[in-house]
């Protein structure tokens, strides 16, 4: 992917990168090649990923193809002799959802409380698990531990420079070895957060104390700071979440013996490329942490990847904090508003360094990690391979840190995971015995695919999860399956089909059909509305009539704005036929 293309941010629409193609038999590389050439031409390169030998990414170099185009494109290489899937590759625009912290005597609180820069160790007790590392200097906190972050890449800030391994990082953008964020800002409705790789990275490593002398007269410290940190650059300010890069990032951190990832981004945007590259690090025992989202009313991918741990986030008084993404999908919960961090600007050329207070899951990702680390060097990474194998480690390390998560008073089952990690109780927890149940067998969950990536009806119950709930005060199994009924119904007279038939529509177009509404908010808003509407008392009749009237305008407004940016062949399955 030309980097000029995806520095392009002036709109909100998605940039082209490639195709993930997958084929039927093993070792079909050059078949894959004429399917392209037939396709494109020339321009195509074929790159065989994952370890299945029957995954291919493919890169246009020249072709730049519109969104409609490329999942026609996709359509055409579905019908290939020898093709199981096909699926465009996109750089998808991050809105800004940010919003100003609610005003009352809850805020007061945390705003007096978090005030110290260290609340958020001190409440999952990383200082309590270092002290089984003291007070041996050669073994600091984290020591032997390599933490890998695809983010917009590093600066040389006092925080996080000591405890950077730069010899192995590399930029995904430019393809060369040299990751520093250059700081950029761009213009419209996106993200402008220059600096993230820096600020997620003094939270996983920075050392104890203030390494300079800052405006704010704070410091920050991290959770493993005898850890090393790999800046691996995926992202313009996080401006565009690539999922080519982000993808490729995580087979090299799984290449070049990098243990932990923080991944600090996500979208909407599900993709195999992605979950082809998860599943590449995990079997060589590569523990992966994600953001659940900020401000998004799911859990984005990829932390919504059953092999990803999901984090969530709490604040100072050990409650959900009110901007971050909650669901099933979520695994832990971790401090996340008004948190410490390591600022970096470029103002006039000059850079510009300093700690600041911040909310986002972008921080309580590398929390996690963090404590990913002091667990691996607490018991040894090596040894744990020795005894495991290396594909069982994250598995083995996922469930003892939910098994070890503290509830809390706002706690709900579903929601926020096993509650708020505890850094102590996770280096505490007995490792199980090779032959306990509790050390299951890590293949079977790698083989499994989870059904809310494939476009089926679980992909939308998984987007609209926030809806479906809300609209079911008391959440009992009826009212549950009453509002997947819904959904159903929904997506049903979207796609011009019945109940029955709705399975096999969406296995044919329902992939396509997630990526509009996870990729335009307002379509997204239009279902929701749809989704949202009040129950209706099937004793009043007028009631119900409005009710029903309300959900097909937000359907017609829904089928409206899909008409002008889809493919032939869902414009198909959405086009009224003429009475």
Not at 139 to 145: A, E, Q, S, V, Y
Not at 197 to 216: C, E, F, N, V
Not at 250 to 257: P, Q, T, V
Not at 331 to 354: G, H, L, M, Q, S
Request: glycine share 6%.
């Amino acid at each position: 992917m030309d980097s000029d293309r995806l520095n392009n941010t002036s709109n909100l629409n998605p940039k082209f990168e490639g195709f993930f193609i997958e084929m039927v038999m093993p070792g079909q590389k050059k078949r894959v090649q004429e399917v392209v050439t037939q396709a494109f031409g020339l321009d195509g390169q074929v790159k065989s990923v994952g370890d299945n030998q029957t995954e291919f990414q493919v890169s246009l170099k020249k072709k730049v193809l519109s969104v409609k185009d490329a999942w026609d494109k996709s359509y055409h290489l579905r019908s290939q002799p020898g093709v199981v899937d096909a699926q465009p590759l996109f750089a998808v625009p991050l809105a800004d959802n940010s919003q100003s912290e609610p005003i009352g005597d809850t805020q007061g609180q945390i705003e007096e409380q978090s005030s110290d820069v260290e609340w958020g160790l001190k409440q999952v007790r990383v200082f309590e698990a270092w002290s089984r590392f003291f007070p041996d200097p050669k073994r600091p906190p984290g020591h032997d531990i390599i933490i890998g972050l695809p983010d917009t890449g590093y600066s040389e800030h006092p925080e996080i420079i000591p405890n950077l391994l730069l010899a192995k990082g590399y930029d995904f953008l430019k393809k060369d070895f040299d990751p520093k964020d250059e700081l950029q800002r761009s213009s419209g409705e996106v993200i402008n957060n220059p600096g993230h790789g820096t600020s997620t990275a003094s939270i996983a490593i920075s050392p104890r104390g203030a390494q300079g002398d800052y405006l704010s007269g704070k410091a920050v410290t991290g959770v493993a700071p005898g850890a090393k940190l790999v800046p691996l650059r995926v992202s313009y300010s996080v401006v565009l979440l690539s999922v080519q890069n982000l993808a490729e990032a995580i087979e090299y951190a799984a290449d070049n013996n990098i243990h932990v990832l923080s991944i600090s981004l996500g979208s909407g945007f599900f993709n195999q490329r992605l979950r082809s590259a998860i599943i590449y690090a995990q079997k060589r025992g590569v523990i992966i942490v994600a953001a659940s989202g900020t401000y998004v009313p799911y859990v984005v991918w990829p932390a919504a990847y059953d092999e990803v741990i999901a984090v969530t986030g709490s604040n100072v008084l050990r409650q959900i904090w009110s901007g971050a993404s909650q669901g099933r999908q979520v695994d832990v919960t971790a401090p996340a508003e008004k948190v410490w961090y390591a600022k970096v600007d470029k103002i006039d050329n000059e850079f510009r360094y300093n700690i600041l207070q911040g909310s986002g899951t972008s921080f309580s990702a590398p929390l996690v990690a963090g404590i990913a680390a002091l667990w691996l060097s607490y018991h040894g990474r090596e040894q744990l391979i020795k005894r495991y194998g290396a594909e069982k480690i994250p598995f083995i390390f996922n469930q003892i840190l939910r098994d070890s998560c503290e509830k809390f008073p706002t706690w709900k089952p579903d929601k926020f995971g096993a509650g708020i990690v505890n850094a102590e109780k996770v280096l505490a927890a007995p490792l199980p015995d090779n032959v306990s149940r509790t050390n299951f067998a890590p293949a079977i969950a790698l083989q499994q695919h989870p059904a809310i990536d494939n476009g089926r009806l679980e992909t939308f119950a998984h987007l609209f999860e926030k809806q479906l709930s809300e609209s079911q005060p008391k959440a009992n199994l009826i009212g549950v399956a009453g509002d997947k009924n819904k959904l159903q119904a929904s997506l049903a007279e979207l796609l011009q089909t019945t109940e029955t038939h709705l399975p096999q529509r969406l296995k044919e177009v329902g992939q396509e059909l997630a990526f509009h509404f996870t990729t335009n908010p307002k379509l997204y808003q239009q279902l929701a509305k749809a989704l949202s509407t009040e129950r209706s008392d099937p004793n009043q009749l007028k009631t119900k009539s409005l009710t029903e009237s309300s959900k097909s305008n937000n359907l017609d407004s829904v089928r409206e704005i899909l008409l002008q940016n889809v493919s032939e062949v869902l414009k198909t399955k959405l086009e009224r036929i003429p009475v």
